[in-house]
């Protein structure tokens, strides 16, 4: 998708938020590309963005393994703003005595912010709460540089400018939800200061990604796996007008579906044209093999190892020579498969070897984006009434003890329970994703007359817009009553916990 002219560089220093910042200009209207320090001046020689933002990143600046950023994109003429780690490496190279480590702790979570004067802040309140998270900050402002935002009563620097060498730098960081301005930061800064162009239309883009895997297809086969979820049944639904016969749908019944997945999906792909096959006979195996670890890493492997197993089988069976995926700029991000950003959690579809050439046209993008996709493509009931659903499904969701066929059973009906309470009062479309899990901690109970020693059942609840943090989405407490009254009818559950904890630091999973 490189064709295009793209005005604006990102620069990633490693940060995980590094594509979130791509999502948020696209969300604006323009288009940009992520591209390694190393080879950011050689790009930017040949192709003349008319703006560069240095991304944030997880270590400090004066470190030796500091990414080797080349210093002539300062003499480039070209506006820079700097993002957490880019504003300090900013001040660094101007003056090496400008950072400082914070003393008590790293600052991590919201503050904040007061701004001044400047051209960055046009049309924002004089106090905006920002989301920070830096162990290093700005002490010594370098010459020629002015103080344009601070916070904690002055003492932190949260910004600074040097107008006359287009250069601008915030400590925060704006392109995330938390930070309160609505992009609006951004935006001055590509169309104000830099003069980009609105050109990124959804519909083009659609087109492209079509085009771009047509031709990396060629004359061979695809296969894609689609899981019921939004994003690889949209997919499905992009690319099927344009491969026909060549692309080939799976939908693997790994046993750890939601109630009613399968149906469901059969459904949706009649109505999309989507040539698929529902292969049902490798579930035992799966439950087998991921019930052999409590451990959420060998949980995930041993089910990827699975799902890589049936894959092949299924590959060779139409002679594929591609696998296409519908993974996200967020799983990339997370499998530490996005440019420097650090390993979080191994996603089941991360990386599997499968000998197939792997195509992964929705790699650019977030949910929410794809979510848009699928309302252009008509595909509404995937997501109304349908939240997102992980690959590994409700392996996920049974915690500390092994998965077996009975568990999935109890957390596959709890689930369904909950999703349709929180229908019934209008809650579940406004809620991002609903987690109902397994604890495999045996507490104690009454029941009747008789004592219980069973399991507890976690309800978690969350608003996000792309799942690089999320907030705890709260359920009142009716609802609450109303949810823990029907699961502990089931005779094995004791207790139901509810779980609104924000991400950072707790994932949407429990896994
Ligand atoms: P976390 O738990 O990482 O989840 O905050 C973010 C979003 O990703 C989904 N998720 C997965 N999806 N395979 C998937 O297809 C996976 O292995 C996987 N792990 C998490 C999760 O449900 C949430 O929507």
Request: with cysteine; hydrophobic share 40%.
């Amino acid at each position: 998708m490189q064709d295009r002219a793209i005005q604006i560089l990102i620069i990633d220093l490693g940060s995980q938020y590094t594509q979130i910042i791509r999502r948020s200009l696209r969300y604006l209207g323009f288009h940009s590309i992520i591209i390694s320090p190393e080879k950011s001046l050689e790009w930017a020689k040949i192709n003349k963005p008319k703006s560069i933002i240095l991304s944030g990143g997880t270590i400090n600046i004066s470190d030796a393994d500091t990414p080797e950023i080349p210093k002539e994109i300062l003499g480039l003429g070209v506006p820079i703003l700097g993002i957490c780690l880019g504003m300090q490496w900013l001040a660094y190279i101007h003056d090496k005595n400008a950072i400082q480590a914070i003393k008590e702790g790293k600052s991590y979570g919201p503050v904040e912010v007061s701004l001044s004067e400047s051209r960055l802040f046009k049309n924002l309140a004089k106090k905006i709460s920002a989301w920070s998270s830096h162990g290093d900050s700005v002490k010594n402002v370098p010459a020629g540089f002015d103080i344009i935002a601070t916070s904690n009563n002055k003492k932190v620097i949260e910004a600074i400018e040097c107008a006359d060498k287009k250069l601008w730098a915030v400590q925060f960081h704006p392109e995330v939800e938390q930070t309160e301005d609505e992009n609006i930061i951004l935006n001055n800064f590509a169309s104000d200061i830099c003069g980009c162009v609105k050109d990124y239309d959804k519909k083009n883009v659609i087109e492209e990604i079509r085009a771009n895997t047509k031709k990396i297809l060629g004359s061979g086969t695809a296969i894609i796996g689609v899981s019921g979820g939004v994003d690889s049944t949209t997919l499905a639904a992009i690319l099927t007008p344009i491969l026909g016969d060549k692309l080939k749908a799976f939908m693997i019944d790994t046993g750890g579906m939601r109630k009613d997945e399968i149906e469901k999906v059969k459904k949706i792909a009649k109505k999309s044209g989507i040539n698929l096959e529902v292969v049902d006979k490798y579930k035992n195996k799966f439950i087998e093999s991921v019930g052999q670890s409590i451990d959420a890493e060998k949980k995930r492997a041993h089910f990827r190892e699975v799902y890589g197993e049936v894959f092949r089988e299924v590959a060779r069976s139409c002679n594929a020579t591609h696998m296409i995926q519908g993974t996200l700029a967020t799983d990339l991000i997370e499998s530490g498969n996005a440019g420097n950003s650090a390993l979080i959690k191994t996603h089941h579809n991360v990386d599997l070897d499968l000998g197939l050439t792997e195509i992964m046209p929705l790699s650019d993008f977030f949910k929410f984006e794809v979510r848009e996709f699928a309302r252009e493509f008509g595909l509404e009931e995937l997501l109304a009434g349908r939240q997102p659903f992980p690959g590994p499904g409700l392996y996920l969701r049974i915690v500390g003890v092994p998965v077996s066929s009975e568990l999935l059973e109890i957390v596959r009906e709890a689930d369904y329970e909950v999703a349709e309470i929180l229908k019934k009062h209008n809650l579940y479309d406004k809620i991002a994703q609903t987690i109902v899990a397994l604890l495999g901690v045996n507490t104690v109970g009454v029941k009747g007359d008789g004592r219980v020693y069973g399991y507890s059942i976690v309800v978690r609840t969350v608003e996000t817009v792309d799942f690089m943090t999320v907030k705890g989405f709260y359920l009142n407490k009716e609802i609450c009553e109303e949810i823990t009254g029907a699961l502990i009818k089931h005779p094995k559950i004791v207790r139901v916990f509810y779980d609104f904890t924000p991400k950072p630091p707790a994932t949407t999973e429990f896994e």
